[in-house]
């Protein structure tokens, strides 16, 4: 049973820094294409970040420059770091263990999940930026 679990979202100023942390479970990690997406009211899901197993990583045009995702497959870990954070950002951040892509992220633009395989997510963690 694969269990992710997602930490870190909080309440942040316009400009500001947070950093999102993800433990999973259930699976062999260093298999799997791991990533972020994230869920604004109102709005589509939207996909914010890819890593491959090797650390190659992806990122939406919209967090370039600004966040960055990183992974520690012995601990079966992951985390994002976003920086210079705007109200563009908040949102629901779901961590994702790519099961459908294998080990590379299949898409140089990163992609939500398939809810077909709704196991491979986490609840997700809050973000809200006030500007």
């Known amino acids: 049973q694969v269990q992710v679990t997602e930490s870190g979202g909080d309440f942040v100023q316009a400009g500001g820094s947070l950093t999102l942390s993800c433990t999973v479970s259930?699976?062999?990690?260093?298999?799997?294409?791991m990533g972020w997406f994230r869920q604004a009211p109102g709005k589509e899901r939207e996909g914010v970040a890819c890593i491959s197993w090797n650390s190659a990583s992806f990122y939406a045009d919209s967090v370039k420059g600004r966040f960055s995702i990183s992974r520690d497959n012995s601990q079966s870990t992951l985390n994002l770091q976003m920086n210079n954070l705007n109200s563009e950002d908040t949102g629901i951040y779901f961590c994702v263990a790519y099961v459908e892509q294998g080990r590379y992220c299949s898409n140089s633009v990163p992609t939500p999940p398939s809810r077909k395989v709704r196991e491979t997510w986490g609840e997700g963690t809050q973000v809200v930026v006030s500007s």
């Open positions: 259930g699976l062999t990690f260093n298999n799997y294409a």
